[in-house]
């Protein structure tokens, strides 16, 4: 077996082909579109370059044969909270199953981390956001994955864990059916905040992206950056997200709620676009874009998933979430615009939002891990990530 550092157009035509290689014959394998992956590697396109750097290979066996690749990045801005060494990442791992082969991919990636200045390695997970491409699956393999969910090969755990990664922590997604009936506090309490003064909730429109995305940033950065789990966000990333966003953004679903037209509480969910990808075998040219927009002409799509949800600390524990949904459930429900709606994954170290997961009557769908192997535990102790804090942040 020989490990092969991508460095052509070539090389990294293996990089893209292996992934849908190891899948072939799975029906519920959707393939990612080629151009995001490599987009992940584009310094003039992934501004993460800023603050680290990738390597890439592909290893070979004795035919020449493509049977695997890893890829690493150290990121300066990379979350890896509780601990006071430095952590690089490895992802994009895909693999025959064969432990030596594995190995052999882990060692490459574990060697440049070292001589980067790494003392650990978590994984998989993407040179990016976590929306994408990040964590492995252990659970969840017999339907389609929505877009971004990372998806494997079911013996790729024992890999993980064969080579020595330990359960960094815990992913799950959930789901339910668009027309479930949401459990009674729902009503309750959305009586209650109409019948108050200074509240409202509503879903977004095209002519005010600007506005809306100024009210996400307000509540993201106030929901999510200030415990440290994620960075701030300006108006104007949001905004070109939204623009990226647009030719497959259903306005009905991205909601926000306010108080005396202040920005308190957000529900951002778009309509699963993998399932117009799934038809695109990794490519979007123009001849894809056009289908894309017919497919959704047509209502070819019906499922939902989740893409952001917060709510200002000092409205959370209040009800105003369940206001604001089941304001969105009033609008959707028993239209026939959607049959299924799967949630973003929350962390095992977060659950507040995995209670409201629950509270809207979800099940758990899939269930994914990062993993993490530090170099030397007799220096660093292997410790699970902690548990977010909310400080006098109540729950529901």
Not at 181 to 200: I, M, S, T, V
């Amino acid at each position: 077996m020989q490990i092969l550092e991508v460095t052509s157009a070539s090389l990294e035509k293996e990089f893209l082909q292996i992934n849908a290689t190891l899948q072939a014959g799975n029906p519920h394998y959707i393939r990612p579109l080629d151009n995001e992956v490599k987009e992940v590697f584009d310094r003039h396109k992934n501004k993460n370059y800023k603050y680290g750097d990738t390597k890439r290979w592909i290893l070979v066996d004795e035919t020449s044969k493509t049977i695997g690749r890893i890829a690493a990045f150290t990121n300066s801005h990379y979350v890896n909270r509780g601990t006071d060494f430095t952590t690089g990442c490895v992802g994009f791992f895909d693999c025959i199953n064969n432990q030596a082969a594995a190995n052999l991919l882990f060692d490459t990636g574990k060697a440049w981390l070292k001589s980067q200045g790494c003392e650990a390695m978590d994984g998989p997970v993407n040179f990016g956001d976590r929306d994408k491409n990040w964590g492995l699956m252990v659970a969840g393999f017999d339907s389609e994955p929505v877009y971004g969910m990372a998806y494997n090969p079911p013996y790729y755990q024992a890999l993980f864990t064969g080579y020595g990664f330990k359960n960094y922590y815990n992913q799950y997604f959930y789901t339910m059916g668009v027309d479930d009936p949401l459990p009674a506090r729902f009503p309750e309490r959305h009586a209650k905040f109409k019948a108050k003064a200074g509240y409202d909730a509503h879903h977004a429109t095209l002519d005010q992206l600007e506005k809306y995305a100024n009210d996400f940033a307000i509540v993201y950065n106030a929901a999510w950056a200030q415990h440290g789990e994620a960075k701030e966000i300006t108006p104007e990333q949001v905004l070109k997200l939204f623009k990226t966003m647009k030719p497959i953004m259903d306005v009905r679903m991205v909601w926000f709620a306010y108080y005396k037209e202040e920005p308190i509480a957000m529900f951002i969910n778009i309509p699963d676009v993998n399932q117009y990808f799934k038809h695109f075998n990794g490519k979007f040219g123009l001849i894809e874009k056009l289908r894309l927009l017919w497919m959704k002409k047509t209502g070819q799509c019906k499922k939902l998933t989740g893409l952001a949800f917060g709510v200002v600390p000092k409205y959370q524990a209040l009800g105003i979430d369940s206001f604001m949904i089941y304001e969105c459930a009033l609008l959707i429900q028993h239209k026939g615009w959607y049959d299924s709606y799967e949630m973003g994954w929350a962390g095992d170290w977060n659950p507040k939002m995995i209670n409201i997961y629950k509270s809207l009557g979800a099940k758990q769908s899939r269930h994914l891990v990062t993993w993490r192997y530090i170099f030397d535990e007799s220096k660093h102790p292997f410790e699970r990530h902690p548990e977010m804090t909310y400080g006098k942040v109540g729950t529901e």
